[in-house]
């Protein structure tokens, strides 16, 4: 399934309108806008009608561009910055 238009969204928790990549199906899913929502959990999604995931078609996902930055990113950089000033710091 892949996302065709985001109907609500509210911080990263959204509704959002998914359409089969084989058949056509458009459903209606809340989703949660990240990086591993996007890339990892909605390829997998089966559609209801044919059975088939974005995966099973053998389609590669699109990219989903998330509304806010996402954390796990952030969290590295974090980590990273406080590496550098402690090392600083000794
Ligand atoms: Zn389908």
Redesign the pocket.
């Known amino acids: 399934?892949k996302l065709i238009e985001i109907t609500s969204q509210s911080r990263r928790d959204f509704q959002g309108k998914y359409k089969?990549?084989?058949?056509?199906?458009i459903e209606e899913h809340s989703g949660y806008d990240d990086r591993n929502f996007h890339d990892n959990v909605t390829p997998n999604w089966k559609?209801?009608?044919?059975?088939?995931s974005t995966l099973d078609l053998g389609i590669i996902p699109q990219c989903v561009n998330t509304k806010y930055p996402d954390d796990t990113v952030h969290a590295v950089f974090r980590r990273w910055d406080r590496r550098k000033w402690l090392s600083k710091s000794q």
Not at 20 to 25: I, K, L, T
Not at 47 to 52: F, L, P, Q, S
């Open positions: 399934m089969c990549e084989g058949c056509g199906n559609c209801k009608n044919c059975g088939k």
